[in-house]
């Protein structure tokens, strides 16, 4: 059995314990490789191995840094097939979106940020004649990147390029339900010829290498992606610190659909945004609000589409929906659904597991599933179930479905359909969401910014936001 090790010092390396966690196939539910079970011995070896690193890459010149980012991109468009199928294996969806999603958007995120380091500019002012100001922006050092499991090697690599484009040198882990693909990545970093020690991965749990990261104190900044829980405990422990932080937490996004919607359109995409990658992913809509005149037709709509989403093993290209990621967040959901039930909620599709035959007989499949009937003060419209479970509402008042969108403690993205251009950009306005989609959805530009209001986070990722952030700015007068 395939035992991964951590990426330390520019060496593939054992962890210091010689402890390993069991690495779960979701569409099996059978162990099928084995995570190092990594603690604070090898976080201290990875922060050495960094700053021993970090003077040269700090005085690399950005366009060889960008250079190598570059190669690294196209490292992984040439393995996009062997990277997708270990992306799809480890994390249990389908294998065609992470070969037209996950793995290309990790190949931009290099790309992008490789060049983008190149155009970084700071402000210059001059003052009455007297006195030239300027801004320098110096890489931060050492800094750590913790990503989540969802979207392994996409939001890996959407915190590790920019760090490192900015010259800082990174101590990163990926989530141990999910740690292939960034293996896989160590390898190819080792391939494209990155410098020792400028990226060091270390696998294992979060009570184990993840709070030695933020307590280390060399580590001058965290970038975390997770569960708004983790994330207060994050801030709990670095906040004294005074480490930056960066904490792209949960999500409970509304979806509103007005009746002068695009309709097919409408319906297509609110099925895509309710159950891409099981509802696994932070930005899905599983709040839809629908004005009250087209919900009954949205209703029926919806649900024919949705009874179209296959569930099936994640490799096979018929599978429009795969397995959620583990069995203990498969229970998690149920428990949701149960709770649907109890709050009064009428079940319209799905709900129950689903159990298939062959190799993927012990999976953790969950049809997707529809309610109706829930108010928006109930549990299940306000807390984050992450899975494939969406409600249906209908609304009668723009000011209605305003009150009813931001009631909730998060506040990370929405999307909202409408023909009308007065109103989309009055309603998106009054949205209390870092993220507003109009009549689209998970279109990124990654020049934009990239984060969430109230209980969704703390500070911006993407473009030049991810840049200041790992970057720490100096201001420098010069009297004339």
């Not at 969950?366 to 807390?383: A, D, K």
Request: proline residues 6%; hydrophobic residues 40%; glycine residues 10%.
């Amino acid at each position: 059995m395939l035992q991964l090790r951590n990426y330390i010092g520019g060496q593939l390396v054992a962890p210091a314990a010689g402890r390993y966690l069991p690495n779960i196939e979701p569409a099996t539910g059978q162990v099928y490789s084995q995570v190092p079970d990594s603690d604070a011995q090898d976080v201290q070896r990875a922060v050495e191995a960094a700053q021993a690193a970090w003077p040269a890459w700090r005085a690399t010149p950005a366009e060889q840094r960008g250079k190598l980012l570059v190669r690294i991109s196209e490292l992984i468009e040439r393995d996009l097939e062997r990277l997708a199928r270990a992306e799809s294996i480890d994390n249990g969806k389908p294998l065609k979106l992470a070969r037209t999603v996950d793995i290309p958007r990790a190949a931009s995120n290099f790309s992008f940020f490789g060049t983008a380091a190149q155009h970084f500019a700071s402000e210059t002012h001059m003052q009455d004649g007297v006195a030239l100001n300027y801004t320098v922006r110096h890489p931060l050092g050492v800094v750590g990147c913790i990503s989540p499991w969802n979207l392994p090697l996409y939001l890996f690599t959407w915190k590790i390029a920019p760090a490192l484009a900015a010259g800082n040198c990174v101590v990163a882990k990926p989530s141990e339900v999910t740690p292939m693909t960034a293996y896989l990545l160590s390898e190819l970093c080792q391939e494209a010829g990155l410098p020792a020690g400028v990226l060091n991965i270390v696998h294992g749990t979060g009570p184990g290498a993840g709070q030695a990261m933020v307590e280390h104190p060399h580590i001058k900044a965290i970038s975390f992606t997770g569960g708004t829980k983790t994330g207060e405990h994050i801030a709990r422990t670095a906040a004294p610190m005074f480490k930056k932080l960066s904490l792209e937490l949960g999500g409970k996004n509304p979806n509103i659909v007005f009746a002068d919607c695009d309709f097919e359109a409408a319906v297509n995409t609110s099925v895509q945004s309710s159950f891409a990658n099981q509802g696994q992913i932070c930005l899905c809509g599983s709040r839809i609000f629908v004005e009250r005149p087209v919900y009954e037709q949205f209703k029926a709509a919806f649900l024919e589409r949705v009874a179209m989403l296959n569930v099936g093993d994640p490799l096979e290209e018929g599978s429009r929906q795969g397995a959620l990621v583990s069995e203990p967040h498969l229970q998690k959901v149920l428990s949701y659904i149960e709770l649907a039930h109890h709050e009064g909620g009428t079940l319209l599709a799905g709900g129950q597991r689903v159990h298939l035959g062959g190799r993927c007989a012990g999976g953790y499949f969950l049809q997707p599933t529809v309610f109706e009937g829930l108010g928006p003060e109930c549990r299940v419209n306000r807390e984050e179930v992450f899975g494939p479970v969406v409600t249906l509402t209908p609304f009668d008042t723009e000011e209605e479905v305003l009150r009813w969108a931001n009631g909730t403690e998060y506040g990370l993205a929405a999307t909202l359909w409408t023909r009308d251009l007065q109103r989309a950009h009055r309603v998106a306005h009054a949205l209390e969401t870092g993220i507003v989609w109009v009549n689209t959805w998970l279109h990124r530009d990654l020049r934009t910014p990239f984060g969430g209001m109230k209980n969704s986070g703390v500070g911006r990722e993407g473009g030049l936001e991810a840049l200041r952030f790992f970057t720490e700015p100096q201001s420098i007068t010069v009297k004339l």
